[in-house]
């Protein structure tokens, strides 16, 4: 069966992010002044074929530990859906 | 009151994806040899202090419209809820 891994991959809460500081300067340059705080990180969708949602599940927390998230400074969240 | 936006911005689906193709590679070189498409994009975390729900989706939008997304190459999506 086909899953799709849907996952996010943040810098963590302590961690400075000037990306999303300049973002928020453009921000202010287009006139949005009430943003209070961007973040940014990778967003990354992994097709999967596998027999099913636990097994899904597994090897995306194993992606994510092994190559996809720096776990010194950055934190994952997935969802796993059947394609 | 507070608001946060959380965008993906994704290549769209015809355009190449190096990124992802070289993260596809590497699982395999970790042994995940299942994965079937791999597509790497940005996620972006917006906080925004506005008045209701309408006005945070509208202005996610134009954010996505004018500045976080490149509309030729990148689509976007997102959610907004309360903080």
Chains 1, 2 share one sequence.
Do not use: S, W
Request: with cysteine.
């Amino acid at each position: 069966m086909k899953f799709i891994a849907e996952i996010d991959v943040m810098p963590q809460k302590e961690i400075l992010d000037p990306q999303g500081k300049a973002v928020m300067l453009g921000l202010k340059n287009l006139g949005i002044r009430n943003v209070a705080d961007v973040r940014i990180g990778r967003h990354i969708t992994l097709e999967m074929e596998v027999d099913n949602q636990a097994a899904a599940e597994e090897e995306a927390a194993f992606a994510c530990q092994k190559l996809l998230a720096n776990l010194i400074m950055e934190d994952y969240t997935f969802t796993v859906r059947p394609a």
